[in-house]
């Protein structure tokens, strides 16, 4: 479990700087559903962190109040289960 939660949360942190480099680059883009999707199956962290490290989707709403209300959720899982 600790290895998964570390896999995809540098996974996601990764893919945050992919896309803003392809923002830059005016390429393709990951889906920003895909990117929360991500960050709900346990890279909130990673999305987070990569969010004000690259300065990337921080204007916009729906991942400045969603993925950390998506780490408040995944807390109070792990506090239910342990």
Do not use: W
């Amino acid at each position: 479990m600790v290895i998964y939660i570390i896999a995809i949360n540098v996974a996601c942190f990764l893919i945050m700087c992919f896309d803003k480099a392809m923002a830059r680059a005016h390429k393709y883009r990951v889906p920003e559903i895909r990117l929360l999707l991500l960050a709900a199956l346990g890279g909130s962290i990673g999305t987070y962190l990569g969010m004000y490290i690259f300065r990337h989707k921080t204007k916009k709403l729906l991942f400045t109040l969603g993925v950390p209300a998506i780490i408040f959720i995944q807390i109070i899982i792990l506090r239910t289960i342990h």
